[in-house]
T-cell receptor, first 115, second 114 residues
Framework: DQQVKQNSPSLSVQEGRISILNCDYT??????FLWYKKYPAEGPTFLIS?????DKNEDGRFTVFLNKSAKHLSLHIVPSQPGDSAVYFC??????????????FGKGTLLTVNP | NAGVTQTPKFRVLKTGQSMTLLCAQD?????MYWYRQDPGMGLRLIHY???????AKGEVPDGYNVSRLKKQNFLLGLESAAPSQTSVYFC?????????????FGEGSRLTVL
């Protein structure tokens, strides 16, 4: 059973427009959520995170929104740049108090930003 | 600062052969992980370690063994490789558990089993 779902395998946007990547989760114990970015032939790198006590976290062009009642989060990139083209993984963990240290990843969404 | 280093980067094995992937981190992290990435499957946790001398099973541990004899190293072994183990393997480490959860990944090791 897939606990973290990224239902869009790919997304294509124009440079300068907004990119919205979506993620749904089923495990109500998840309380910390992260987004990772991965370029080809490289390891994933951490992008932004959000705790379940918040509904929004912003870092420059990147904003993550969390809707706990819908078990849904989204990553907004504004404005999108060609260098943002990569695979984006949503990840979640349970037990922010220190009892869990494993991340569960979604399958990823390939974002392509066209010049 | 090298971060997380994986060796080898590429390897081709025949079915039934054995091999070991080495992961080394120089960030003094307590926690280390081995993931595999397959097309359409995302990243799946194979084994992890919460400290020197400890190991635990993740989502897909069958066919793999691990050891954490030194804090900075985490080894992933395949005793008898199978074609289903063809994948890209990523090692990761993290400083602390819980609230942060941020993992630092290596560049990956591409393994092909014929």
């Amino acid at each position: 059973d897939q606990q973290v779902k990224q239902n869009s395998p790919s997304l294509s946007v124009q440079e300068g427009r907004i990119s919205i990547l979506n993620c749904d989760y089923t495990n109500s114990m998840f309380d910390y959520f992260l987004w990772y970015k991965k370029y080809p032939a490289e390891g994933p790198t951490f992008l932004i995170s959000i705790s379940s006590i918040k509904d929004k976290n912003e870092d420059g062009r990147f904003t993550v929104f969390l809707n706990k009642s819908a078990k849904h989060l989204s990553l907004h990139i504004v404005p999108s740049q060609p260098g943002d083209s990569a695979v984006y993984f949503c990840a979640a963990s349970a037990g922010s108090g220190g009892s869990n240290y494993k991340l569960t990843f979604g399958k990823g969404t390939l974002l392509t930003v066209n010049p | 600062n090298a971060g997380v280093t994986q060796t080898p980067k590429f390897r081709v094995l025949k079915t039934g052969q054995s091999m070991t992937l080495l992961c080394a981190q120089d960030m003094n992290h307590e926690y280390m992980y081995w993931y595999r990435q397959d097309p359409g499957m995302g990243l799946r946790l194979i084994h992890y370690s919460v400290g020197e001398g400890t190991t635990a099973k993740g989502e897909v541990p069958d066919g793999y063994n691990v050891s954490r004899l030194k804090k900075q190293n985490f080894l992933l072994g395949l005793e008898s490789a199978a074609p289903s183990q063809t994948s890209v393997y990523f090692c990761a480490s993290s400083l602390r558990r819980g609230l942060s959860g941020e993992l630092f990944f290596g560049e990956g090791s591409r393994l092909t089993v014929l």
